[in-house]
């Protein structure tokens, strides 16, 4: 049931998204605008980024429901002075993904103390090659590193259907590269969703607010210790 419904998810991950050039182009537009919940005159303790696709970017959820938002309120909620940048953007690769990386992290007002990193839904669908995603992948992680930001990468599963040799290639790459950068690891970003048609919008496939709810609450304590070092 799981490996269905993550290939269920990489469907619409692309399928309803705008094509790489044009997700480009509204990144770089929709920066300095992208809503935040804590005021733009406040200098927060912590930056965090979330960098991802349509999972991150709250796709079909108003702007104070999604992945980023939701975020920032569990880490205010437990006393962390915390801003969550969204830099989640639908239908991208691990390719759109590197090429923009560099101009979400020069539009931020200071170096982020985090950065969650969750590609590769929509390598899948694509059938692009595991080494490729796996290229792309390591150069961010690598650029982040080498820049001194810690990264905590959210994984994504091969559906079987894509073959054994296939998903073996393709998901060793994230602890892969987790065990090598030293990179905190959260197998994978759905997890306590994936089967609960409670928690996924009338498409059947994105988490609804309960949905993001119920990531939320599981992945923040990684992110708390990933803040922590």
Same mark, same amino acid.
């Given at each position: 049931?799981?490996?269905?419904?993550?290939?269920?998810?990489?469907?619409?991950?692309?399928?309803? /998204?705008?094509?790489?050039?044009?997700?480009?182009?509204?990144?770089?537009?929709?920066?300095? /605008?992208?809503?935040?919940?804590?005021?733009?005159?406040?200098?927060?303790?912590?930056?965090?980024?979330?960098?991802?696709?349509?999972?991150?970017?709250?796709?079909?959820?108003?702007?104070?429901?999604?992945?980023? #938002?939701?975020?920032?309120?569990?880490?205010?909620?437990?006393?962390?002075?915390?801003?969550?940048?969204?830099?989640?953007?639908?239908?991208?690769?691990?390719?759109?993904?590197?090429?923009?990386?560099?101009?979400?992290?020069?539009?931020? /007002?200071?170096?982020?103390?985090?950065?969650?990193?969750?590609?590769?839904?929509?390598?899948?669908?694509?059938?692009?090659?595991?080494?490729?995603?796996?290229?792309?992948?390591?150069?961010?992680?690598?650029?982040?590193?080498?820049?001194?930001? #810690?990264?905590?990468?959210?994984?994504?599963?091969?559906? #079987?259907?894509?073959?054994?040799?296939?998903?073996?290639?393709?998901?060793?790459?994230?602890?892969?590269?987790?065990?090598?950068?030293?990179? /905190?690891?959260?197998?994978?970003?759905?997890?306590?969703?994936?089967?609960?048609?409670?928690?996924?919008?009338?498409?059947?496939?994105?988490?609804?607010?309960?949905?993001?709810?119920?990531?939320?609450?599981?992945?923040?304590?990684?992110?708390?210790?990933?803040?922590?070092?």
């Amino acid at each position: 049931m799981t490996y269905g419904f993550c290939f269920a998810i990489l469907q619409l991950l692309i399928a309803c /998204s705008p094509s790489e050039s044009q997700n480009i182009a509204a990144e770089e537009q929709s920066e300095a /605008s992208s809503p935040a919940v804590i005021s733009p005159t406040e200098e927060p303790e912590t930056l965090v980024v979330v960098f991802g696709d349509s999972l991150y970017a709250g796709y079909g959820l108003a702007p104070d429901e999604g992945f980023a #938002p939701d975020l920032q309120k569990a880490l205010n909620e437990a006393g962390q002075d915390v801003k969550v940048h969204n830099a989640g953007v639908s239908g991208d690769t691990t390719a759109a993904g590197l090429r923009r990386m560099d101009f979400v992290l020069d539009s931020l /007002s200071r170096k982020p103390d985090l950065v969650l990193l969750g590609l590769g839904g929509n390598d899948l669908l694509r059938g692009l090659k595991p080494a490729d995603t796996r290229a792309n992948m390591e150069a961010m992680v690598k650029k982040l590193s080498e820049l001194d930001i #810690p990264v905590l990468i959210t994984g994504m599963l091969a559906p #079987p259907n894509l073959g054994k040799e296939y998903s073996d290639q393709f998901n060793i790459i994230y602890p892969a590269l987790a065990k090598k950068y030293e990179a /905190s690891l959260y197998p994978f970003f759905m997890d306590g969703v994936v089967g609960r048609s409670d928690l996924i919008l009338p498409d059947g496939l994105h988490p609804n607010a309960e949905g993001i709810d119920v990531i939320v609450e599981r992945i923040t304590p990684s992110v708390a210790d990933a803040l922590q070092g």
